[in-house]
Nanobody
């Protein structure tokens, strides 16, 4: 059974850091494009970052460039999102998602993804 499980969320002060993990089971994560999305209350789901299949493209939305870093650990079948210099506006539920086919260029739109994790809450507040 294909499954994605996010972890690593929590409460952090402005300027702090968190590393989110997205662990996959039932499939080899590196074969597919993986995206990180976030959704704040009352707002649409927003693409934050994504990475293509097997060394494919990497994308960051403009508001997190230089602040967030996406990476993979193929041995652990896990994708990470390192988030630094966090701001209150980064507060949201963060989701990881995977495509069901190989994509060198990772989709930016949520509709391009077929499998989703349950989400992890990130709250940036003093």
């Amino acid at each position: 059974q294909l499954q994605l499980v996010e972890s690593g969320g929590g409460l952090v002060q402005p300027g702090g850091s968190l590393r989110l993990s997205c662990a996959a089971s039932g499939f080899t994560l590196d074969y597919y494009a993986i995206g990180w999305f976030r959704q704040a209350p009352g707002k649409e789901r927003e693409g934050v970052s994504c990475t293509g299949s097997s060394g494919g493209s990497t994308y960051y939305t403009s508001s997190v460039k230089g602040q967030f870093t996406i990476s993979k650990d193929n041995a652990k079948n896990t994708v990470y999102l390192q988030m630094n210099s966090l701001k209150p506006e980064d507060t949201a539920v963060y989701y990881c998602a995977a495509t069901s086919s190989r994509n060198y260029y990772c989709p930016v739109n949520p509709v391009g993804y077929d499998y989703w994790g349950q989400g992890t809450q990130v709250t940036v507040s003093s």
